[in-house]
């Protein structure tokens, strides 16, 4: 465990110096104020621009600042996350650290799980501040209003979030260079986005964690519909984690 405390402070030395994490953070924070914002001022914009346009006239509502929350983060954020740290091995393959850090006796298994530990970290922590920040502007711009299961509703898409680190990791095991990495990352994603279909899994499907939390706002679906994608997610997860780690460990560097 003692290399895997040191190769963690390691990679969070490094996401910090090479600005990854406040990347991350700077942009998580830009899309909460930006989900606030838009949902506020748009249709007053649009009426202002156009006023001939009176189906821009709509008074907005907390509910549209949540839907362009996870719509946003969602779409431009857990993108974002995946293209900052697909660069996760490929860099310590370029720079031939690997081969220098595991023959002093650093065990492959916690190269993986820190790589892996940290960029959870710094998800979780833009994620859940991204949060906090909409949370606070949305009563803040609507005090008499309430939306139910927000909260809910960024669990799952977090659980989603992990679900594509964990993905990203299988992809930077397999290949040495990030581009191959995301195509990779990319078609697995697609292939289960096509399990959203009723043929397939339909809202079974854990890629229903980021689309469906905007109907369990609108009162579409309920908390109950969720378990079963969620127990997907997780087993996901483990199951990407797992097959990194074993695959790196019979690696040749």
């Keep these: 465990m003692s290399g895997f405390h040191a190769f963690i402070k390691k990679e ?56 362009q929350y996870y719509k946003n983060v969602s779409q431009v954020g857990m993108s974002a996350v995946v293209i900052i740290f697909c660069t996760s091995l490929s860099s310590e393959y370029a720079r031939g650290t690997l081969i220098i850090l595991l023959s002093k006796g650093l065990s492959r298994t916690s190269v993986i799980l820190s790589k892996f530990t940290v960029a959870f ?33 960024a669990m799952l898409l977090w659980i989603a979030g992990t679900m594509y680190l964990s993905l990203l990791m299988l992809a930077c095991v397999l290949f040495r260079q990030s581009f191959s990495s995301i195509v990779f990352f990319l078609g697995v994603t697609t292939v289960l986005g096509l399990t959203t279909f009723p043929v397939i899994l339909g809202n079974n499907s854990p890629m229903v964690l980021t689309t469906r939390n905007i109907q369990l706002l609108s009162g579409e679906a309920a908390r109950g519909d969720f378990i079963i ?15 990194a780690v074993v695959l790196f460990r019979k690696k040749q560097l």
């Design 121 to 153: 970290l710094s998800m979780s922590i833009c994620y859940w501040v991204c949060y906090i920040v909409t949370n606070l502007y949305t009563r803040f711009f609507w005090p008499n209003e309430f939306v139910d299961n927000t909260l809910f509703a």
């Design 229 to 243: 994608p969620v127990i997907f997610a997780i087993s996901l997860s483990i199951t990407f984690l797992t097959m």
């Design 12 to 67: 969070i030395i490094e996401c910090i110096r090479s600005y990854k994490f406040l990347i991350t953070f700077g942009l998580f924070l830009f899309l909460a104020i930006l989900s606030i914002m838009s949902a506020r001022f748009t249709p007053q914009l649009l009426s202002a621009l156009a006023p001939e346009f009176n189906v821009m006239t709509n008074v907005p509502v907390a509910l549209d600042a949540w839907n």
